[in-house]
């Protein structure tokens, strides 16, 4: 039995004990401050607004009893040290991308997105809906975390290049920012893959560190810059079709917590999702079009290098099946994917290629 495994069955097992014989919590009685860490940087466009956002809501619906005090990336702990603050109660709560995190477990990447995975309404579909939240709860036993979706960006872009990409062995030796699973599907294809702070991009691009990043989409690109340095943006990618965001706060600290200071955080935690996800798909338009305006080439990727995509991450997905827990998640999210597209698809997906040729 693998580490990961072994976890996660001890820590089922213990809180099924625990539940069985400890009275009923007594709750933290008056006013609280919480302090979340993010994993962005102040004034990182829409990322940052939704720990915001989240945050600003909680203190509103409690009335100001439940008050969350936001600390940028850097200011309390690094970006990529949130999940571990978190969880062993250095901070009471993060807001991040739950990829970041596939090092502790890789199952944590189907709560952002994976290669070839859901759309952001499939995303809420399995999440709300099916078995997600379900899923999201039990790696949160494991790492002592109470998480909730909180953000979705939409559709990713495939990314800002130094070159124009024309083949699978472009990818061979080149320098990219990519996290998550499909960082690791570009290192198949023969690319230098780093995992950087959304802070860190625009240096690193400007100075040759790396030669090309995907980050968000137009408008969180626009606003990052990366036009200045590099033209060439290519608009669609494979690797975040509708990343989430989550928000996890320490599990100690969930469960001290009041039952109406609990659903405050879980309800605020999912209307910032839907508000952030229509901020990222209502600026994005306009955005590309500013951007082609200051004369950025929109390129798409060929069916070879979407072949590669697909091969390699595939390989990537397959070599993380011998974690039972990371196999039940990635068999339980395809299955709501393939429900939800099919539906989609017939309808919405008709209905706009049949609007689009009418209105032109």
């Keep these: 039995m693998d580490r990961r495994s072994f976890l996660t069955k001890a820590a089922l097992g213990g809180t099924a004990a625990a539940a069985s014989t400890l009275a009923a919590p007594a709750y933290a009685q008056g006013n609280r401050t919480l302090t979340m860490v993010t994993a962005w940087g102040r004034g990182l466009a829409g990322v940052f607004d939704a720990a915001q956002h989240v945050a600003d809501n909680i203190t509103a619906m409690s009335d100001g009893s439940l008050t969350v005090e936001i600390k940028a990336a850097g200011e309390l702990v690094g970006a990529l040290e949130v999940f571990d603050a978190v969880s062993s109660g250095q901070a009471d709560m993060y807001h991040a991308a739950d990829y970041y995190f596939v090092g502790q477990h890789p199952g944590y990447a189907f709560f952002t997105s994976v290669p070839f995975g859901m759309a952001a309404q499939e995303l809420s579909n399995w999440y709300y809906q099916g078995d997600g939240r379900k899923y999201h709860d039990q790696l949160g036993e494991v790492f002592n975390l109470k998480s909730f979706l909180a953000g979705n960006t939409g559709a990713q872009a495939g990314g800002w290049f130094k070159q124009e990409m024309n083949s699978p062995e472009d990818f061979n030796g080149l320098k990219f920012r990519m996290p998550g699973l499909g960082g690791e599907a570009l290192g198949k294809l023969g690319a230098s893959v780093q995992n950087l702070p959304g802070s860190e991009v625009y240096q690193a691009l400007a100075s040759g560190a790396i030669d090309g990043t995907e980050w968000i989409g137009p408008w969180a690109d626009e606003v990052a810059g990366f036009q200045e340095i590099t033209k060439t943006y290519y608009t669609a990618g494979f690797h975040e079709p509708g990343a989430g965001l989550s928000l996890a706060t320490n599990l100690d600290v969930f469960n001290e917590l009041s039952p109406a200071h609990q659903k405050i955080i879980e309800v605020a935690a999912a209307e910032a999702h839907q508000w952030n996800l229509a901020q990222f798909l209502n600026n994005n338009g306009a955005a590309l079009q500013r951007l082609v305006a200051e004369g ?57 290629a049949q609007r689009d040729r009418i209105l032109g």
């Design 296 to 352: 950025v080439q929109v390129k798409e990727f060929n069916d070879s290098i979407w072949d590669a995509f697909g091969a390699a991450s595939s390989e990537v997905l397959d070599g993380y099946m011998d974690d039972a827990l990371f196999a039940e998640i990635r068999e339980n999210y395809n299955a709501s994917m393939k429900a939800s597209s099919g539906w989609i698809d017939k309808a919405e997906g008709t209905y706009r």
